[in-house]
């Protein structure tokens, strides 16, 4: 069974920082493409950073410079630091798995407020 559980959503002020985490089980991790998506109320999930099994990543225009993924093969973990936060990088984020199929995480909020 795939799991994907993502950790480390909050409030916090804007120009903050989080650091959010999907841990994964049931997937050949170090094989997969890992990325994290950002649905913010009333509008259509977005892709915000993925990673690649060879290493390589992708920003939105919008996060790039300010957030970073990353993964840890051997806790079969991706991350997203995110730094300088603006109110609207309010969303709930998704942690996504791909290879041949697709598998979400169920979503943690993030709330960009003073």
């Known amino acids: 069974q795939v799991q994907l559980v993502e950790s480390g959503g909050g409030l916090v002020q804007p120009g903050g920082s989080l650091r959010l985490s999907c841990a994964t089980s049931?997937?050949?991790?170090?094989?997969?493409?890992m990325g994290w998506y950002r649905q913010a109320p009333g509008k259509q999930r977005e892709l915000v950073a993925s990673?690649?099994?060879?290493?390589?990543?992708n920003y939105a225009r919008s996060v790039k410079g300010r957030f970073t993924i990353s993964n840890d093969n051997a806790k079969n973990t991706v991350y997203l630091q995110m730094n300088s936060l603006k109110p609207e990088d309010t969303a709930v984020y998704y942690c996504?798995?791909?290879?041949?199929?697709?598998?979400w995480g169920k979503g943690t909020l993030v709330t960009v407020s003073s």
């Open positions: 996504n798995a791909y290879r041949r199929g697709t598998y």
């Open positions: 049931g997937i050949t991790f170090d094989m997969f493409t």
């Open positions: 990673i690649s099994s060879g290493g390589s990543t």
